[in-house]
């Protein structure tokens, strides 16, 4: 059971938008900086959503971040088949003093 | 360019002891804190250990604590994951990544007899 959670699964059509949500406590995303990774099928995850909304250089500008309270979300405009992979969201927790995971969400492009 | 190479990952039997090692290059490695993340397979990710920059503030996930141990050589530029009374549970592909950012292509741990 992760301390984030994340819808297991998402689906979209090519050029739709689609948003993963990721939901947690005051004591993570509440007080915390939320990071998003995409993980393609046997590599190591890549960081593409940096504190909240930051994208790192590379990263295409369809992807973006928000966070409300102790919520957060990614979302994924003109979709395209090369995004299908899972995606996960992450943060800093308080009161377990540790870094969190969501159980990550699995987007299938149609 | 930023790498992170980790090795030392293997089959160990129940009850053994694996070092991983994380070799650092194209950074100042000194400057950044560093995390140990694995991945069972088919699972997602969980968060095992961090790592201050000069390594006087360390963290562990309650599932490794008491069992492994983070370790750092800023001078050569290496991450270290010492790793005892390992258990089935334990099986995973081990990563190391810089901060919240770069991550490394990981090393798999087998945990069988």
């Known amino acids: 059971q992760s301390v984030l959670t994340q819808p297991p699964s998402a689906s979209g059509t090519p050029g739709q938008r689609v948003t993963i949500s990721c939901s947690g406590s005051s004591s993570n995303i509440g007080s915390n900086y939320v990071y998003w990774y995409q993980q393609l099928p046997g590599t190591a995850p890549k960081l593409l959503i940096s504190r909240n909304n930051q994208r790192p250089s590379g990263v295409p500008d369809r992807f973006s971040g928000s966070k409300s309270g102790t919520s957060a979300s990614l979302a994924i405009s003109g979709l395209r088949s090369e995004d299908e992979a899972d995606y996960y969201c992450?943060?800093?927790?308080?009161?377990?003093?540790?870094?969190?995971f969501g159980g990550g969400t699995k987007l299938t492009v149609l | 360019e930023v790498q992170l190479v980790e090795s030392g990952g293997g089959l160990v039997q129940p009850g053994g002891s694996l070092r991983l090692s994380c070799a650092a290059s194209?950074?100042?490695?000194?400057?950044?804190?560093m995390n140990w993340v694995r991945q069972a397979p088919g699972k997602g990710l969980e968060w095992v250990s961090y790592i201050s920059s000069g390594g006087s503030t360390i963290y562990y996930a309650d599932s490794v604590k008491g069992r492994f141990t983070i370790s750092r050589d800023n001078a050569k530029k290496s991450l270290y994951l010492q790793m005892n009374s390992l258990r089935a549970e334990d099986t995973a592909v081990y990563y190391c990544a810089r901060a919240w950012g770069y991550w490394g292509q990981g090393t798999l741990v087998t945990v069988s007899s």
């Open positions: 992450a943060t800093w927790d308080d009161s377990l003093n540790g870094r969190v």
């Open positions: 194209g950074f100042t490695f000194s400057d950044y804190e």
